[in-house]
């Protein structure tokens, strides 16, 4: 098998796993009851709020745990609304057309609650234009949320500059960085953001556990009202294994980053130096940069994708239509239709998201598979000529 779909999800490293293995054996104490046998599990769960911070660049208790990504943008976003609903005052948020559905879906669900909700358009690179940012900012705007890098077609947006506006502002900034925490470099101090969404499961720990950052000056109602963890604002008993290997998948992604970024930048540019060499009627969807060093997407012009991705499928390889989360969904992306495609090119897209455990080998098979793949399905399409 040759897998190639890292932004779906990635395979949880060796040591994530060893690291979860006691918390769900024998160190079972619930980490907040007092006598000496719940100390290991608290430890763990301190450990992780100093190794994220650290990554990060913030406070450790300006991390909350989560069940993650979907849970940490839907905290943010309905927290921040609500908020302002409580001081009795409407609520606008500044978007992008670009988001996960976990942001996209949630601003709709706010709709219905009167919240006003504006979606930044992009160019053909994926990027937003920082003057329609500052125009789309009111006395209503409570929250401007810019996801730092794409899951679909990798773009990294001006995170840095955007911080700087919304502190201009005084808006409080959050970005989703499902995609890039544990991947690329990210200071929350020195690039100005006041929240950040992360998940174990998209660097290489177990699925079910995230976290939100939210700097101290902001403050957001609770998730899950309950119990005191989480400084009371996400209760429930921790999920201390998930943590654990979190904690660990971190560590690990943080002092590898900089090899990993240069390994996976060099694989993808040879991917698509290939692709675009030995198969003819193809484009990469976005640029090359500022793009994750995982991504590439490419329009295999009168291909269907659902049908290259089952040839695909069927010599082993595993990779995306769009994202996992519309591959089942009739419509096209419309993350790839915000970057000027027609609806019918973008049914003609796959991405193909690589990470440091992959080969030379790995993408040269792809590319024959998919050279032969690509001319099969041509020769037979009424959409090819
Ligand atoms: C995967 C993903 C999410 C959702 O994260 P889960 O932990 O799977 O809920 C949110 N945003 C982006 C950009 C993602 O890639």
Not at 204 to 233: A, C, D, M, R, V
């Amino acid at each position: 098998m040759i897998y190639l779909d890292h932004a779906a999800t990635t395979k949880p490293c060796r040591e994530a796993f060893y690291a979860m293995l006691p918390f769900l054996s024998d160190q079972y104490a619930n980490p907040s009851a007092l006598y000496d046998f719940a100390r290991e599990p608290e430890h763990i769960l301190d450990e992780a709020r100093v190794t994220i911070a650290g990554i990060l660049d913030c406070e450790p208790d300006e991390i909350y745990f989560t069940g993650g990504g979907t849970e940490s943008d839907n905290w943010i976003l309905k927290g921040t609304v609500l908020k302002r609903y409580l001081e009795g005052r409407p609520a606008h948020i500044i978007t992008t057309v670009l988001e996960h559905p976990a942001i996209k879906k949630t601003c709709e669900y706010l709709k219905k609650f009167g919240c006003k909700v504006t979606y930044l358009p992009v160019d053909s690179r994926g990027l937003i234009r920082l003057e329609e940012l500052k125009r789309a900012i009111s006395k209503d705007t409570v929250i401007i949320s810019v996801m730092t890098a794409n899951n679909e077609i990798g773009t990294i947006q001006p995170i840095e500059r955007i911080g700087e506006i919304a502190d201009e502002y005084g808006i409080l900034f959050h970005t989703d960085a499902v995609q890039a925490f544990g991947h690329i470099p990210i200071s929350v101090k020195k690039w100005g953001i006041d929240a950040l969404s992360a998940s174990a499961h998209k660097f290489g720990g177990p699925k079910g556990t995230g976290f939100l950052y939210l700097k101290k000056k902001w403050q957001i109602p609770p998730l899950l009202n309950g119990g005191h963890q989480e400084q009371s604002l996400r209760a429930g008993t921790e999920n201390v294994p998930g943590i654990a290997g979190m904690c660990e998948a971190a560590k690990i992604a943080g002092t590898e980053m900089k090899n990993r970024e240069n390994y996976e930048r060099m694989l993808r540019n040879y991917m698509i130096h290939l692709v675009l060499r030995d198969i003819p009627d193809c484009r990469l969807n976005g640029a090359l940069e500022p793009r994750l060093p995982g991504n590439c997407n490419f329009c295999f012009r009168g291909v269907d994708a659902g049908a290259l991705l089952n040839l695909l499928d069927d010599a082993g390889i595993c990779a995306s239509a769009g994202s996992a989360c519309s591959s089942k969904n009739p419509e096209p992306s419309e993350v790839l239709t915000s970057i000027g495609l027609t609806d019918e090119e973008a049914y003609s897209c796959i991405r193909f998201t690589l990470d440091y455990q992959n080969t030379r080998e790995d993408v040269e098979q792809t590319v024959k598979v998919l050279k032969n793949s690509v001319r099969e399905l041509r020769r037979t399409s009424e959409n090819y000529s």
